[in-house]
Every structure is written in structure tokens, then in C-alpha cells.
């Protein structure tokens, strides 16, 4: 059985307390074989405050604020064991998966690289590379706003989220979404 990785909703700033306690917890019900890599994705920022004289500061920021992603065995159907399951809804901070009616939704491999990739960069200092331009049509790809087309107004690197501009009901409106929550058209 493969493993695939799934996306929580977590209390915000409160990201490394869910994955440290996923960690303690999987280690004490010996559920190694079940739950994998549990990551809260980081990216070192020059300090907006700078540093004294020539010393540069920098700061970790999480490139996906409110969430953890955690590497999980799944069954044939795709779905996640009922231990593994009630360790994780069960630990204090975390919200819900990320899917759709009630169902955990595995992220897309090509969404796992990315952020994989984003990872190992962040760690060797690179900064994070963002594929959205002003201007690119996009797709939503999950949350409120799933399959609705818009245009990108401003892109914020260091928050992670890019701002579209999405129709509802006829008018224009602004909605700031994670990099992994859209897709160029």
C-alpha cells in the first residue's frame, strides 16, 4: 500500500504544537507504518526588521499558515485506517481534513512535488519560486471558491497567497487564496 499525502486544517499559530503532538502520538500507539512524514512547510525571509550593521536577519515563516500535511497509507479505495484516523481528528488544534463531503482528498502528486520541492529549497536558503503572474487566469482548485475561474491581482510571496479576483453573483470580488489552492488556466 502507497502512501499520499493529506492536507489538516489546524488552530492558526499553532501548526508545530498539532505536528509535534502527531509525532508523540504516532510513536506511542506504534503507528509508523500507518502515518509518515508530518510537515509544517517553512521558508527563512529576511527579517523585516533587518539586522544590526552588516548582520542580515532572517525569520521562518510557514508557507501554508493553518495547515499541516501529513503522509498517510491508504487502503485500495483511498481511504485512511480508522486508528490513524481518530489519532489525528482526536489531537488538540486540529480542525478537519482538507477534502470534500466529510472525505479526506489525497493532494494531487504534481501538488506534492511542488510543495516537496518549495520545502528543499526553503532549506537551502533559496527563496520560494511562485509560478502566478498579475494578470494569469487561474482555476480554485479547493476551499469555498473550488472551480471558479478568476483573474490574479497581487501576488504576496512571503504570506503564501495570491489575491483573484473571482465573479459572484455578476460582480467582481477579491478573495486571497494559498498557491496550492489555484492552477494557471
Not at 502507497?2 to 505536528?19: H, I, M, Y
Not at 525571509?45 to 501554508?64: H, I, Q, T
Request: a negative charge; hydrophobic letters at 35%; aromatic letters at 8%.
Amino acid at each position: 500500500m502507497a502512501k499520499q499525502w493529506f492536507v489538516l486544517r489546524v488552530a492558526s499559530n499553532r501548526e508545530d504544537q498539532v505536528r509535534e503532538a502527531l509525532e508523540r502520538k504516532v510513536k506511542i500507539e506504534g503507528l509508523e507504518e500507518s502515518i509518515g512524514r508530518i510537515m509544517v512547510p517553512t521558508e527563512r525571509r529576511p527579517s523585516p526588521r533587518g539586522g544590526r550593521g552588516d548582520k542580515k536577519k532572517f525569520v521562518d515563516r510557514k508557507m501554508y499558515p493553518g495547515y499541516v500535511f501529513v503522509e498517510m497509507e491508504t487502503d485500495e479505495e483511498g481511504n485512511i485506517g480508522e486508528r490513524p484516523w481518530f489519532l489525528i481528528k482526536e489531537t488538540a488544534g486540529v480542525g478537519d481534513f482538507v477534502g470534500a463531503a466529510g472525505k479526506p482528498t489525497p493532494m494531487d502528486s504534481s501538488d506534492v512535488d511542488k510543495m516537496l520541492m518549495q520545502v528543499e529549497m526553503a532549506q537551502e536558503g533559496a527563496p520560494v519560486s511562485v509560478e502566478f503572474n498579475k494578470g494569469d487566469t487561474v482555476k480554485v482548485k479547493e476551499g469555498a471558491f473550488e472551480n471558479f475561474e478568476g483573474v490574479v491581482d497581487e501576488v504576496v510571496p512571503e504570506k503564501g497567497v495570491v489575491r483573484v479576483v473571482v465573479t459572484i453573483f455578476g460582480r467582481p470580488t477579491s478573495v486571497e487564496l494559498e498557491f496550492w489552492q489555484v492552477e494557471k488556466e
